[in-house]
């Protein structure tokens, strides 16, 4: 190989790897339309604001409320909690007559991760994740 040639393949070879690159950062996360967040609300982008939920801490509780109307058509079925370490904390059924709040009391002195679940019957799982 000439030089002119070693140049030229050096100049292709880094031009592919950056291109490379930028495509490995692009790539979806493993659930993309899978699981939903305010980041990341896929294929439901128009109606995020009704489905991510909306968390609150006060004197040890957890409070969870998603903005979202409920019919028997469309609503939300269930919050549910999860805290570090994969800890289930609990989960929250609802009917379509209900408000989407539910409450769960934290462990005493908690400190760390919170992951809060909200699904909707049309719209799938939602997360939100809150660290106290
Ligand atoms: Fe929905």
């Avoid at 040639?5 to 930028?22: C, E, H, K, P, R």
């Avoid at 995020?48 to 028997?72: C, D, Q, W």
């Avoid at 719209?123 to 939100?128: A, C, L, S, T």
Wanted: with cysteine; hydrophobic share 40%.
């Amino acid at each position: 190989m000439n030089r002119r040639d070693f140049m030229s393949t050096a100049a292709i070879s880094t031009a592919a790897l950056a291109v490379t690159s930028q495509t490995a950062q692009a790539a979806p996360p493993r659930f993309e339309n899978v699981v939903f967040d305010a980041k990341r609300p896929g294929h439901w982008k128009d109606v995020e604001a009704l489905h991510v939920p909306i968390v609150a801490i006060k004197e040890g509780k957890l409070i969870i409320r998603t903005p979202h109307p409920m019919s028997e058509a469309h609503y939300i079925v269930s919050h549910s909690v999860v805290l570090k370490g994969g800890e289930f904390l609990g989960r929250t059924t609802f009917t379509w007559k209900d408000q989407p709040i539910s409450e769960h009391a934290l462990p005493a002195g908690y400190k760390g991760i919170i992951i809060v679940t909200s699904t909707c019957n049309l719209h799938d799982f939602w997360v939100k994740e809150e660290r106290v």
